[in-house]
């Protein structure tokens, strides 16, 4: 029973969670149902008609699945570009991590090289794109200027005209974007460990090698599934730099064509077939979901699993031998 006089600061709490309750409900919630809902429908056009729920009501995600290979291809390209710049980033982030974070190595002047190397991730998608369409440019860019300086080639190379240097460009650019918040982000993470245990693994004489894949990775369980997490959404949704790097938008052959700039030409594009794009974009939220769903499956934490058996085991014989009492 609460006494006479005292303050019931709940309440405070669910007022003050109204205003973001508000903007999530108009700004996420409702347009996300909405979208949904289009998916069903023959919406399409610039002109305001009737929309109607169609007669099976899937037609618009089994026409997007069987029957549209650009949506397919858009598919496939975003995973691929998604995985080849994912694993090098995590990779180097991952040794940038091991650099900063070690003790016995004492690094000066970590925060000049944490700035410089998180500063691409700051600067704008569109100046970025701007900057790599004149370095890789037909016929005089400073890249094919180099080549042939260093004779490497005998002609100028046409780098976004081709399929495989296309997509590895996009691919490199998003990894020189993101690996340096990747590295803040399992730095961060490194410093939320308890120092015992890295003072006990240097009392037992591990190596730097062994500490960090034997108690540092460890211990960065959460944080790992919360940045390959991030990254899995991030390259589902990568727009910016396919978008912007390459006219016509897609690349050559559609190579750099993602199923974000795909739903962006549906919706916006043409026919301005709306339908088609809230179908796609339900689609990805599926792929997005089950993907996360996946990752939060692997990446549990098995201990707690077998303890919580053992407990139950426990508990089972303990009742037993209560009956047989």
């Known amino acids: ?6 303050i019931n600061y709940a309440k405070y709490g669910y007022i003050f969670s109204i205003p973001f309750v508000l903007v999530f409900l108009v700004f996420a919630l409702y347009p996300t149902l909405y979208t949904a809902f289009i ?9 305001p008609k009737p929309v109607h729920i169609l007669d099976n009501p899937f037609q618009n995600f089994k026409e997007l699945i069987f029957d549209n290979a650009s949506f397919r291809q858009s598919l496939s390209n975003t995973f691929i570009l998604w995985i080849t710049n994912f694993i090098p980033q995590i990779a180097l982030a991952l040794l940038l991590t091991a650099w900063f974070t070690n003790q016995r190595l004492n690094i000066k002047g970590q925060g000049m090289f944490k700035v410089l190397l998180y500063m691409p991730n700051i600067i704008t998608a569109s100046t970025i794109a701007v900057l790599f369409s004149t370095l890789f440019a037909f016929p005089m860019g400073p890249v094919n200027s180099l080549f042939d300086a260093l004779g490497w080639s005998d002609a100028p190379i046409q780098f976004l005209q081709q399929k495989n240097t296309a997509r590895g460009i996009v691919s490199f650019i998003q990894f ?3 690996y340096g918040n990747t590295m803040i982000i399992l730095i961060a993470g490194v410093m939320g460990i308890n120092p015992a ?6 009392i037992d004489g591990a190596s730097g090698f062994q500490t960090f894949f034997r108690v540092t990775l460890p211990s960065l369980r959460t944080i790992m599934l919360f940045t390959l997490i991030t990254s899995m959404v991030g390259g589902l949704q990568m727009f910016d730099i396919p978008q912007l790097f390459i006219t016509p938008a897609g690349g050559p052959d559609n190579a750099t064509l993602t199923t974000s700039v795909f739903i962006y030409g549906q919706a ?3 026919a301005y077939m ?6 796609a974009s339900m689609i990805m939220f599926v792929i997005a979901a089950a993907l996360a769903a996946l990752m939060f499956y692997l990446m549990r934490d098995r201990s707690e699993g077998q303890l919580r058996k053992k407990l139950r ?3 089972k014989a303990a009742k037993a031998a209560a009956r047989g009492m």
């Open 313 to 315: 085991a426990q508990k």
């Open 176 to 178: 020189w974007m993101w």
């Open 274 to 279: 709306y339908n088609k794009a809230a179908a």
């Open 1 to 6: 029973m609460r006494r006479k006089g005292t």
């Open 197 to 202: 245990l890295f003072e006990a693994a240097a």
């Open 39 to 47: 998916g069903f429908t023959d919406m399409k056009g610039v002109i």
């Open 268 to 270: 916006f594009k043409g």
